[in-house]
């Protein structure tokens, strides 16, 4: 697949199945995430890989905040199963760090930045994946489960695998109809 091709077409795949990525596939998928803007090249960012038992894992930490939470039986069934809607969930955590020139937002954004490449490689490949976050994004139990400080935050869990079904290609949106001169 060609850049244009990739920048106009790419879209979301949130139905997805065996096999995961290759681990040549995944190691393209995170250097494409590593190659982002990053301000003052602080890598604020760690990607958290769960595939086979690391989605039962990553499915017990999801229970333990939902219960933490007062949650329904209903959803915590839920979401102990949430992290098997792909073959790997890679979870993509701001690392903060105090910059005089860098803030807490900048860094956000370029954690956002690697997982919106990392969804796009996955998709160039062939393969398929979705951003999700949700409360369990936001969760002081998720962040301890997954050995985060209480102050770093969960930016995205992405989902990825392969696609499940032919999705029909979504229609592009001309990005004129968002746009003005000064
Ligand atoms: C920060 C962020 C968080 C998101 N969280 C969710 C989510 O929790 N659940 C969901 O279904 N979609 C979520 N989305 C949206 C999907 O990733 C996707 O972009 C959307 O379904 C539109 O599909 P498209 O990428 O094919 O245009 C999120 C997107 C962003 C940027």
Redesign the pocket.
């Known amino acids: 697949m060609d850049a244009s091709e990739l920048l106009l077409t ?5 139905r997805l199945t065996q096999p995961a990525p290759s681990e040549s596939q995944l190691d393209f998928i995170l250097n494409a995430g590593a190659r982002v803007p990053d301000h003052g090249a602080l890598t604020p960012w760690e990607f958290i890989i769960a595939t086979g038992d690391g989605l039962n894992k990553l499915g017990d930490i999801f229970v333990k905040a939902a219960t933490a939470n007062g949650a329904e039986e209903a959803f915590i069934a839920k979401a102990k199963n949430m992290p098997h809607r792909a073959p790997m969930v890679i979870t993509i955590a701001t690392k903060n760090q105090q910059h005089p020139k860098v803030p807490l937002l900048e860094q956000q954004l370029a954690a ?1 930045c690697a ?2 490449a990392m ?1 796009q490689a996955a998709f160039s490949l062939g393969l398929g994946a ?5 409360d369990f ?1 936001f969760s002081a139990v998720v962040n301890e489960g997954l050995g985060l400080a209480e102050d770093e935050q969960i ?3 992405l989902y990825v695998g392969t696609p499940a079904v032919n999705a029909p290609v ?1 229609p592009l949106k001309p990005g004129r109809q968002f746009a003005r001169f000064l």
Do not use: L
Request: no cysteine.
């Open positions: 790419r879209q979301s795949t949130p956002g997982t919106m969804q979705v951003w999700r976050t949700g994004a930016v995205g869990f979504k």
